[in-house]
Structure formats: structure tokens, C-alpha cells
């Protein structure tokens, strides 16, 4: 029998928060589906209890981990490492960008509600979520990029890459080659299913602390949500091009495990609608400890010390609000 748990949730630019409480069950199927990075931990929350709840509701309410832990910060020589390795394959065109990413540990006892509600408050065009995971951590996040929604056969995702730390400065050759990667395997993974979408002017989207790249990307299909999910997820946003090869880059370059980091998230099939996203931007609470998981594309034209610190700006967007 799975465990009975819970889940909070408030999609981008939607003013309800929802809560969902139930049963576990393995693998993806209709309920609130969380899914880690190399589908070892998938589950699902099979709803008993689902409701809109209020602000002041969600602040009654105690998500808590008695887990404790003794994780570790990335070092940096790993990280400069896995940034040779990448640019290495790079430079012998076997790839054309990856993702590379690193964790950011502090040892504090975090109160995870007062943070999910901060970070709906103030990331208005994220989903933000939190969950508790069957092996008694808790995952929150305020996540800028949605993978798949459906309603009624109408289909929207989207390509997002690049990133910058403010309005004023210019995006550069590099961020826009990264976009045009992201976009362009997006929509031919979708031309392999048969599907012809539309894709929308380019936009500059906020997300926390960064800017984003950000096309969206429409179409109707009467293929499975769950077809399409699995041909567009991992998107190069979060692997890199060519995909496969990018994935077995990143294992070899990453000397942790992205566990739920760049996973899928969200409502499957509820009430007639799903909205799935992309989970980054994201940590995982413990009783004694706060982990984050923060990365960046890698193209040929990446400094190391500024793909650093630009995870460094990512991780702001969880860390102002500890």
C-alpha cells in the first residue's frame, strides 16, 4: 500500500492554490505526477481530497521533514571539471550544447510552508509547488518553464533558454543560439508525431531573479498528453542537443544525482485539464538541511566564471526567501 501524501500547488499565472491529499502510486497516471530526472523515482498522488484553499489556509497547514540528512554542496572543481568535460565534447562537435548543474546545500531548518507562500506571492508567472516525496523529504520549487497543458485536444508548451540578470542588458549572440536549439528539437520532435504547430514571437520572460528567452509553442493533436509529454521531455532546455547524446555528456560530467531537478511536475488529467511542468528552480527540504539544485546551458561560447555565477543568480530566486 503507498503512503498517504500531499501536495501544494499554484500554476503561472492562476491566483488558486490547490491542494491535493492521497495515496501513492508508482509511475505516471492521472493524479499529481512527480517525476525525477532518470524515471527511478516516479510517483503519482492519486487524489482522495482536492480542494482550493485559501492563504491563510495553506498557513495552518505543517509540511515537515523528520529526515535528517549530511548532503554536500558541489565543489567547485567538480563543477569546472564537468564544464571540460562538456566543452570538450563541444569542441569535437559530438554535442551542441548541455546542461551542466550543481547543488547548493545550507544546514538550516527551513519553515517550507512560509516559503511556498512567499514564492507565490511573488513569482506570479511560475508554478509553484510543494510536495512531500515517499521517502520523507519535501520538494518546493518556482519553476518558469511548462512542458505540456491540454484542454480538450489543444496543446501548449513552450521553448525557454538564455539568461540574464536584468532588463538592461542586451541579450547576445550566445543566448539566442541557445534558443534557436531549443526551439527548433522541440518542434521537430513534434513534426515526428505528425504534429504542425504554431510558434509565437520571441519573448523576454521574467523568472524570479533572471530573465528567460521564451517562445510558446501551440497546437492541436489527438495524441496522448502522455505520448507527447514523453517524445518533449527531457527538453534541450534541461539536457541539451542532440538530446541523447547530451544525457549520457551530463551523466559522465555531473557527479551527483539530479533526483527530481529538471523532472516533470504537475496535474495529470484533473478535472479534465493538465498542466505540466518542467521542475527547476527547485530544493529539497530535510529536517536539518535545504538543497538546491541550480544549472545552465553550455554552448562553445560559455565563459566557466560566468556560468558559475549565473547559477549563483538562479539560486537567489529560493535563497532571498530563506
Known amino acids: 500500500m503507498g503512503k498517504n501524501l500531499r501536495v501544494l500547488y499554484r500554476l503561472a499565472n492562476s491566483s488558486e492554490i490547490n491542494f491535493i491529499e492521497g495515496l501513492e502510486e508508482a509511475g505516471i497516471s492521472e493524479g499529481f505526477v512527480f517525476a525525477d530526472f532518470s524515471r527511478e523515482k516516479t510517483f503519482t498522488i492519486k487524489p482522495n481530497l482536492q480542494k482550493v484553499i485559501s492563504r491563510g489556509e495553506v498557513d495552518g497547514l505543517d509540511f515537515s521533514s523528520t529526515k535528517k540528512t549530511n548532503w554536500e554542496s558541489t565543489p567547485k572543481d567538480d563543477y569546472d571539471f564537468g564544464f571540460t568535460i562538456l566543452q570538450n565534447e563541444i569542441e569535437h562537435k559530438h554535442i551542441h550544447k548541455a546542461i551542466l548543474s550543481r547543488k547548493k546545500v545550507i544546514d538550516k531548518k ?36 511548462t512542458l505540456l497543458t491540454e484542454f480538450k485536444g489543444d496543446f501548449e508548451t513552450m521553448s525557454l533558454a538564455g539568461t540574464k540578470k536584468d532588463l538592461v542588458t542586451e541579450w547576445t549572440s550566445k543566448e539566442y543560439e541557445e534558443q534557436r536549439i531549443v526551439t527548433n528539437t522541440i518542434v521537430g520532435e513534434l513534426f515526428k ?130
Open 110 to 145: 527551513v519553515n517550507a510552508v512560509q516559503i511556498f507562500l512567499d514564492l507565490e506571492e511573488n513569482y506570479k508567472e511560475s508554478h509553484v509547488f510543494l510536495i512531500e516525496t515517499p521517502d520523507n523529504e519535501l520538494w518546493i520549487g518556482a519553476t518558469p518553464e
Open 193 to 322: 508525431l505528425g504534429i504542425d504547430p504554431v510558434i509565437s514571437d520571441l519573448e523576454t520572460a521574467k523568472a524570479g531573479m533572471v530573465y528567460h528567452l521564451r517562445n510558446k509553442i501551440n497546437f492541436s493533436s489527438d495524441k496522448s498528453v502522455l505520448e507527447i509529454a514523453e517524445a518533449l521531455h527531457p527538453t534541450p532546455a534541461i539536457s541539451g542537443s542532440p538530446k541523447t547524446k547530451a544525457v549520457s555528456t551530463i551523466k559522465i560530467a555531473e557527479n551527483h544525482s539530479r533526483e527530481y531537478y529538471c523532472g516533470i511536475g504537475g496535474p495529470l488529467s484533473i478535472n479534465g485539464q493538465t498542466h505540466l511542468f518542467v521542475n527547476l528552480r527547485c530544493a529539497v527540504i530535510s529536517e536539518n538541511q535545504i538543497c538546491l539544485f541550480v544549472g545552465g546551458g553550455i554552448t562553445k561560447d560559455s565563459v566557466l566564471d560566468k556560468e558559475w555565477e549565473e547559477c549563483e543568480r538562479k539560486a537567489l530566486s529560493l535563497l532571498s526567501y530563506l
